[in-house]
């Protein structure tokens, strides 16, 4: 099957979530939309008022199959919705209204929900489905008597019986097409008899074949609630249901629940609830919708291809946490070079990163051992480290501006995730070397440092300070990141002095380089680049004097390969790992060599300074140096042109053309 569509509620006047999420949907490629409509809010005050904008609203741009039930309470033989109608014959009369007002906008009508389940049909007041049978049959033959095609809900969990007796009542022979609820690896109700799709739909076809041949199978909702941050396992569930043996499969849901709508039975009473959409709730894309949106499902089966188990035999791997982002990446490359088996624990919400995956593994096939695990996840988290030879932690959220829209999160991957990656790494019971990416934001804004405007870049005051911010210098914490990523730092020294582990800590500056996705939140030498490739503007903030010390990530490769050579000495330590004071070099400076590299000239536009942001920083590399022996031996002008020459060849063509040296 390669169309799908998605399942999606909406609520009486909810205009605006719908604006925004249906633009986003249909740029998925969904083929259906999958709604209801509440034959209970249509009674209610307004209630036709809202399905008569949201019919036709929701049908423009795609093909609708609205889902009827619900039981105005006031007709219900038990007070309540899920009950059946006193006069059963009012939901074929309702059926009628529907097809009259809206009918130009769908050509099949689903009856009923989940009509096994208790809140959705109160099957005690009807345990032989008598009325149900009745009110269906009335309803389904004035939907085909005026030309549409019923669907008949499908229930929750699979019930073989119950559809029997669906097709023993005649039910089955209305039915275009029959629906099919089940949601692998999600619910408890369904793990111990969930057998797979092929077995089920199987099930179900012999059932349909002997009341009704021609009736389609339909699996009206199936999803996986990310509730453990699993993306990639929500986007493999859709690849394995799309392969289904049924006609249409609509995925529940395109959205996560907003976390303050209370479901069925009642606010956040199970988790798993609000996490069943391809988006979350504040409208950010996960794996699934983004691959979706990307490329459709081509898109999809390639990067849900890329995944396999981090099992390697009897061989210890190195893990790479983020190890298909940038300097991930670069990491790997550098074991896979060496024969090592390399398990590349990355959970791909970062653009672009699975093309990073993509390439290691054409490039180096069996030694690459994908894990697409987040940090959230500790179980799994576990999983991927247990058989370690050395953990390198450099999965994290990156970004300043993003911690300080969502600074929970961020402290749930950078701190959380920190200490289940030391958790997972004591677990083994080994001496396993973890080595941490901290970053130099750990220093704070360097408020104290008094800094001087000269020509297009800013220099302290005190030249005492002129080799760069050493070791010493007193921690503050500034920005829910820094903040998250100081505690992570605190972390993993202390576990090397509490627990013993052999684990160290690279302060990082400003590193940059190939396979770097570059944004103007984080990756900014890259951005720049790609930016005036691109012939687009590129806006600074602040005065764009700041001046960091950058760094080739080939050479922050090279460190981090040297501290664990020699982690048996250096554990407990954190080290600086910059350009140092010969790379140090101002953001208007980096613009300037861009422009002379490419014969480029970019716009450039000057916003506010933003905060948390460092005047200057410039790192004091020379304990590193004394370790190790390590030297940052790629120049910033080298470096440039090296990422220009990489970008020009994989990410974007120069508007121009041209690279000098």
Known sequence: MSQFGF??????????????????????????????????????????????????????????????????????????????????????????????DYGAHFECIELWNEPNNLLDYDWREDPGFDLFCEMIDMAAYWIRHRGWKPVLGGPCPFDPYWLDLMGQRGIL?????????????TWDSEEGSWSGWDMHLGEMRAILDRHN?????????????????????????????????????????????????????????DPRHYHLGALTADQQPKLLARMLSEGGVTRLREVTRLSAPPSVGGTRPVVITGGAGFIGSNLAESYLQDGRDVVVLDNLSRPGVEENLAWLSARHGDLVHPAPVDLRDAQALGDAVRDAAAVFHLAAQTAVTTS???????????????????????????????????TNKVYGTLADLEVRDQGDMVRPADQR??????????????????????????????????????????????IYGPRQFGTEDQGWVAHFLISALKGEPITIYGSGRQVRDVCEVSDAVAAYRLVH????SLSGRAFNLGGGPENAVSLRQVVAEIARTTGLSPQVNYGDWRQGDQPWFVADTSALTEATGWRARIGWRDGIVRLVNWLSENRVRSAQGSVTA
């Open 7 to 100: 399942v999606e509620w909406f609520r009486p006047g909810d205009r605006d979530r719908v604006e925004a999420v249906l633009p986003k949907l249909e740029a998925t490629g969904a083929a259906w939309l999958r709604t209801h409509l509440s034959w209970a809010d249509y009674h209610a005050p307004g209630g036709k008022e809202w399905y008569d904008w949201l019919i036709p609203r929701l049908a423009r741009n795609i093909e609708l199959v609205p889902c009827i039930h619900y039981t105005p309470p006031s007709l219900s033989r038990t007070g309540k919705s899920s009950g059946a109608p006193k006069v059963l014959k009012d939901l074929a009369d309702f059926c009628d209204t529907v097809m009259t």
């Open 404 to 438: 300080l829209d969502a600074p929970i999160e961020d402290f749930e991957i950078n701190a959380r995730g920190t200490l289940n990656v030391l958790e997972a790494v004591r677990a083994t019971g080994r001496d396993v070397p973890l080595l941490f990416a901290s």
């Open 565 to 568: 050579d020699r982690i048996g």
């Open 213 to 269: 041949p021609q009736s389609e199978i339909w699996i009206t909702e199936t999803g996986y609630s990310t509730w453990r941050k699993d993306q990639m396992e929500q986007a493999r569930r859709f690849v394995q249901a799309l392969d289904a043996p049924a006609e249409r499969m609509f995925w529940y849901a395109w959205q996560d629940l907003q976390p303050d709508v209370a479901v069925q039975e009642g606010l956040w009473f």
């Open 465 to 510: 300070h002129a080799r760069g911010v050493d070791e010493s210098r007193p921690l503050d914490f500034c920005t829910p990141y820094g903040c998250s990523k100081g505690v992570a730092d605190q972390y993993v020294l202390d576990y090397a002095k509490s627990y013993g582990l052999q684990a160290a800590v690279l302060r990082m500056s400003c």
């Open 173 to 185: 022979s209305y039915m275009h097409a029959v629906g099919f609820h089940g949601f692998p690896g």
